[in-house]
């Protein structure tokens, strides 16, 4: 079964650090670009980050540019997302994603179950 | 970056309908648009991939059309089931997702 399963949310102080983990099984992670999408509590959808299969490109939206680092091990099918420097603005369930890629673009098959990060005081 | 913007935001419909959302593109993307499915409290769902092609195992109620700026998905007869809210999202540049339609029961 395909599957991927987030961890590593909660509640963290302004200006604060997290790092989310993303465990994937049943697909060959390597060969896949991989995603960090969120959604603020009764809020649309928003890209975060996502990298390369080797790790060498990775891209982030403005917003948390300089204050989240994405990373992958392939060696343990792992996706990870560092986030220093938090703001009440990030609170959200933060889910990872497969991209797939074709011949026209690329789209996010499948999804993990999210993890909730809030920052607050 | 590029913006969309689906129409309705919400959309009150009854099992056996016919239902279309739109999502219209600032600028053009050929056919880079995917659409989604989200349930409250669950992941969203791949629908349709490059503007019309249907991900497997998605019922064939489901269809997508459109190029350039402008695209609709639909929903041929509404199932119980299909009742969530729907998102467009663009890969033709910085990804970007519409902000979502909420298809509720009339």
């Known amino acids: 079964e395909v599957q991927l399963v987030e961890s590593g949310g909660g509640l963290v102080q302004p200006g604060g650090s997290l790092r989310l983990s993303c465990a994937a099984s049943?697909?060959?992670?390597?060969?896949?670009?991989m995603s960090w999408v969120r959604q603020a509590p009764g809020k649309g959808l928003e890209w975060v980050a996502n990298i390369k299969q080797d790790g060498s490109e990775k891209y982030y939206v403005d917003s948390v540019k300089g204050r989240f680092t994405i990373s992958r091990d392939n060696a343990k099918n792992s996706l990870y997302l560092q986030m220093n420097s938090l703001r009440a603005e990030d609170t959200a369930v933060y889910y990872c994603?497969?991209?797939?890629?074709?011949?026209?673009?690329?789209?996010?098959?499948?999804w993990g179950q999210g993890t909730l990060v809030t920052v607050s005081s | 970056d590029i913006q969309m913007t689906q129409s309705p935001s919400s959309l009150s419909a009854s099992v056996g309908d016919r239902v279309t959302i739109t999502c219209r593109a600032s600028q053009s993307i050929s056919s880079y648009l995917n659409w989604y499915q989200q349930k409250p409290g669950k992941a969203p769902k791949l629908l349709i991939y490059a503007a019309s092609s249907l991900q497997s195992g998605v019922p064939s109620r489901f269809s997508g059309s459109g190029s350039g700026t402008d695209f609709t998905l639909t929903i041929s007869s509404l199932q119980p089931e299909d009742f969530a809210t729907y998102y467009c999202?663009?890969?033709?540049?910085?990804?970007?997702f519409g902000q979502g339609t909420r298809l509720e029961i009339k």
């Open positions: 999202q663009q890969s033709y540049s910085t990804i970007t």
């Open positions: 994603a497969a991209m797939v890629r074709g011949v026209i673009g690329f789209w996010f098959d499948p």
């Open positions: 049943g697909f060959t992670f390597s060969s896949y670009w």
